[in-house]
């Protein structure tokens, strides 16, 4: 009889499609599951304090490093724990494939009491990802793991789950010969059909205004985009999209995609296209739908559920994202008699935009307005930028330092907070690049554990503490509707003394002047850091719009 187990099956595929890093927390249901893996030492887990930041920092690895996150849970509590995470991930489409325990085959829905039982495990992880499934025999363990993998990686990607009961885990089987030359089937998304692409690309030769709003389903067209934007095209991106082309191109606005800025909105107004390259359009993005986009509009998606989703369209072209723009730049790079050329007003009109916008918005900063030019001197041009949900992170964070390319944003796309430390935790373990993690004391607290992981791992990340005592967005959400300020703050450990337990170099900025200095001083060192920006020495931040004014023009 063999000694080769379901569990031993799992270690050997993960290593066969490619994982080399997964996380996760040694359970009394996962035991043989991680033993499989050890025994190989083929692929590095990270032990994680927690499975909530477990699961954003297989998030955060796959949305750095551009692969499949993979997370390893126990059953009941601990798969429970995964939920926030995996829904996260599928606010972010993001790759992750999640394997959890389950009790012995015969103990599931019987409500029989055993340790972590849940009833309906399946259900509740299938309602918090893309899919799951269930292993239900030794057998059909290889089948389903393809099946799981695949689903996770095919666009729109996303997290998917698998349970494995304890029993099954144990139980023997023969090695599957097929392992050994396994690929996983992703299947790929449509191409545009020749007809659709026909109108697309006459709509296109006859605007003389267009501008692109790409979103993170366009992350694989930068090269298309760019090729357009040096054309003559304007682009913007959604927030999820950020560094579709390179921020600082002229022709981008990147993120200052126009929610309470009235001169972006005006300038919409100017343009005679826009294409809607991979995105939702999110309404916190969007004011609610309420920006007023150009009249016409062309949407472009690999998921026909997005059309009309949020606004509506004059033409929608369902395949994916690079092929289009691909196709479309061919075409207009060979018109005939001539190459596409825009209205040749349109670059300089957008030139001013750009720089009147910016100044702009960081004029709505107060002490805070110099901060993204400052981070922007002193951080390598690859770095990884991850952001908590903050008031810094919501307007200058993300809407005025620029970035280079798609793997380098990471946010909570979902709007938590207390998720973005544990992301860059994930995404420092990606492929070495040095990680900027900017939280606030709130957001940073309610993950605190995982310091730990980041120390015992020696992640190559500064942490930046924007400090304000408390939940400023929610001060400024209750002084803007009315509401008393009430339970926003909250007792919390001294910094200095925080790291100095952990053992991590402190900064302390309380002079707006020396941000970008000490951040300097932190990113020169190898390995964890923790930079505290004390809020309430450098000064309150003002809220931003639709919680403060709207930004205005600044000469």
Known sequence: MTDYTVADLVADFLAQIGVET??????VHNIPLLDAINRRNRIRVVPTRGEAGGSHMADGYAR?????GVLITSTGPGAANACAGLVEARFAATPLLHITGQNMTHQIGRDMGPAHDVPDQIGMLAASGKAAFAVTSAEGALGTLIEAATAALTPPCGPVSVEIPIDLQRAKITRPESLETLALPIRQPPSVDDATMSKLIATAKSARRPILWLGNGAAAAGPAARRLLDMGFAAVTSWNGR???????PMSLGALNGGGVPMIEDFYGTCDLM???????????????????????IQIDIDPVADHR????DLFVLGEVADALTRLADALETWKPDPWTPDPSFGPDFHRLKAAARRGFAATLGPYATFAEQLQSVMPRDAIWVRDVTVNHSTWGQRLLQLGEPTQSIYPVGAGIGQGFSLAVGAALADGRKTICMTGDGGF???LGELWTAVQEHTDMVILVMNDSGYGVIRHIQDATGAARSYESFAAP?????????????????????????????LAITGPTLVEVDMNAIGHHPPYFPYGPKVEAVD
């Open 22 to 27: 997964g996380f996760g927390i040694v359970s």
């Open 64 to 68: 750095a490093g551009n692969r499949l």
């Open 243 to 249: 560094a579709t082309v390179p921020e600082d191109h």
């Open 275 to 297: 294409i809607v390259a991979g995105s939702r359009q999110r309404a916190h993005e969007t004011i609610n739908n309420t920006v007023s986009l150009p009249e016409r509009r």
């Open 445 to 447: 607290f309610l993950n």
């Open 494 to 522: 001294d910094l200095e003394g925080l790291a100095a337990l952990a053992k991590l170099p402190f900064w302390r900025v309380s002079d707006p002047d020396h941000f970008g200095p000490t951040v300097a001083e932190a």
């Open 310 to 313: 949020t606004y509506s369209n």
